[in-house]
């Protein structure tokens, strides 16, 4: 199974390419999408879209897994990075790809076992998972390899659901 992930952003969408074999997780490609300061935003989105599409169009994943936003204080970042989340699942959706959201708290839980980790520990994690040499830049890209390992591990509960007739 091949398994996307994606930490939404207007300036930086960061992305991991998973493929899951049994329980075997190998990082496939990883990297960011990146859009330039003082672009309107419409222009920013529209890049957004280009990039994802073509992305999703060349690695064809399973499963697109998408951070879902937390936003505490800043509310115009917030539905800037809303609008892009829009954009991104609109792409992967047109990519056939099965689309699923998961909260920050429950990527930690996934890749470290605690849903209060500290993101240094979620980086750390997700190098040694996935076997790579170094922990993935920006943040955002490593945040979205820890999005995609969620997805890989809930991927076995839900595939059991699914083979029983019930519906995600």
């Known amino acids: 199974m091949r398994i996307m992930g994606i930490d939404p952003g207007i300036a930086i969408v960061g992305y991991g390419v998973v493929d899951r074999r049994g329980n075997q997780l190998k990082a496939v490609d990883y990297g ?17 879209y280009d990039a994802s599409t073509a992305l999703f169009a060349r690695y064809r994943p399973d499963v697109v897994a998408i951070e879902k936003l937390f936003f505490n204080r800043n509310v115009t970042t917030a539905f800037d990075v809303g609008q892009a989340r829009g954009v991104l699942t609109l792409a992967a959706e047109e990519a056939g790809a ?13 890749v470290v076992g605690y849903g209060g980790a500290q993101k240094k520990q979620v980086q750390e994690m997700v ?14 890209v490593a945040d979205a390899l820890g999005v995609a390992i969620c ?18």
Request: aromatic content about 4%; hydrophobic content about 30%.
């Open 32 to 48: 960011s999408i990146q859009t330039p300061a003082k672009t309107a935003t419409s222009t920013r989105l529209k890049q957004i």
């Open 98 to 110: 099965v689309i699923t959201e998961y909260t920050p708290m429950e990527v930690k839980m996934a």
């Open 127 to 140: 190098k040694m998972l996935l076997t790579l040499p170094e922990i993935p830049r920006p943040d955002d």
């Open 151 to 168: 997805q890989a591990h809930s991927t076995t509960f839900t595939d059991r659901i699914d083979t029983r007739g019930w519906k995600r």
